[in-house]
């Protein structure tokens, strides 16, 4: 073996040692040229690697470990790895991150090279314009990245610690009022059921995943109104509920029981369709048949798409007077009239709804709407007679 290249059969390679490990780059066949090729970029290696300038990307732009010391390897890497942890939804929001945010800049650059100051310059200058809390979640992503690259390194690395981004103030729910209610489900239209659909997550505060999955065969008793979620769908992917709590059965109040006896006549009749579920495990994949409840108006399932929020909801409310809010707002219109009321326990609407405690509901409801609300000094005069 020559010293820094070498003969190796019918192939002429250099070999050098590269952050502690030993390297070997094929040259070419070995031929008298390609020797002396060989030769001279060993010498070059060895003085750029004294005087501190070698760019192995440069010699070697082919090289697997080129590729293997990128970013973006160890991104592809980990999404592979993600894919079989988290639910499709967030798979897919995690790979559309990726591809628009952060691959486009740091891709191709050595993972060793990213630093906290190239990090923090990033944000400063090309996210400039982006809100804080994709910023955050783009953080995120790229610090578990590092942690999977200090894994095989057996040796700490993530630039992203320090990294501080702060969020402005979580939005308060926007609830519709009652007379908003009655506007939205009393207003003509010639798409029936995507009304039918909103007027039932109005009065049972569902998640707007699960109405949408509701099957008749999920339906246990349509007289008294007594369903079982099971199902949600989420970017056009059936899944399990969100959590063990969400699977629940409950009877309907009588506007939403009212809906599902009307809907009953339109679409219990139809051609059931075959669905693949995936798990909670994000592994288990179930198939079955189901009807589902809500359809489209040609008959197709219902979804939470641009069909039904702007071609339908947005318009919809202009038509009826209302001012828009997404369909996800119908699950904070329940919860709101149930707390204006002041006489439903809060364990009770948290059940009604999946919430896994009441934490969610004591922080965020029942306190920025007040017109729907009873008058309780009335109520405290009755009741004392004075």
């Known amino acids: 073996m020559a010293d820094g290249y070498e003969v190796r059969g019918k192939s002429v390679r250099v070999y050098f040692r590269y952050e502690g490990e030993l390297c070997r780059e094929k040259i070419g066949e070995a031929t008298p040229e390609n020797i002396e090729r060989a030769r001279r970029l060993a010498s070059i290696i060895k003085l750029e690697q004294e005087s501190g300038t070698f760019d192995y990307k440069r010699h070697f732009p082919e090289s697997d470990k080129v590729q293997e010391n990128s970013f973006g390897y160890y991104a592809s890497l980990y999404l592979e790895i993600r894919s079989t942890q988290v639910a499709p939804s967030t798979l897919v929001s995690d790979r559309s991150k990726f591809r628009t945010t952060i691959m486009p800049r740091w891709a191709d650059v050595r993972i060793q090279d990213i630093d906290y100051i190239s990090l923090q310059q990033w944000i400063s200058t090309d996210l400039a314009n982006l809100h804080n809390k994709t910023i955050k979640s783009s953080m995120s992503l790229m610090s578990q990245v590092f942690d999977l690259y200090s894994t095989r390194q057996k040796q700490h690395f993530n630039p992203t610690k320090g990294i501080k981004i702060r969020l402005p103030d979580a939005e308060d729910p926007d609830p519709f009022t009652l007379d908003e209610i009655r506007k939205l489900t009393t207003t003509e239209t010639d798409k029936i059921q995507q009304r039918e659909l909103i007027e039932y997550m109005i009065w049972d505060g569902c998640r707007p995943s699960e109405a949408i999955a509701l099957a008749w065969e999920d339906v246990l008793d349509l007289d008294q109104g007594i369903i079982k979620y ?67 108006d040609s008959g197709s399932v219902q979804t939470l798409d641009k069909s039904l929020r702007d071609d339908f909801f947005r318009v919809h409310c202009e038509k009826a007077g209302v001012r828009y809010r997404p369909p996800s707002q119908c699950r904070h219109t329940f919860i709101s009239q149930m707390l204006t009321l002041g006489i439903i326990p809060l364990h009770w609407i948290s059940a009604h709804v999946g919430h896994t405690t009441i934490d969610m509901i004591q922080k965020n409801y029942g306190k920025w709407i007040q017109q729907d609300g009873p008058d309780v000094q009335k109520m405290i005069e009755k009741v004392l007679e004075l």
Request: charged share 35%; glycine share 2%.
């Open 230 to 296: 099971r199902h949600a769908r989420v970017v056009n992917r059936w899944k399990g509920t969100k959590t063990k709590r969400s699977t629940r059965t409950h009877r309907l109040l009588k506007p939403a029981r009212e809906v599902l006896q009307r809907q009953f006549k339109r679409t219990a009749h139809m051609q059931a369709v075959t669905i693949d579920v995936v798990g909670r495990d994000n592994k288990t994949i179930k198939s079955m048949r189901i009807r589902p409840v809500f359809r489209k």
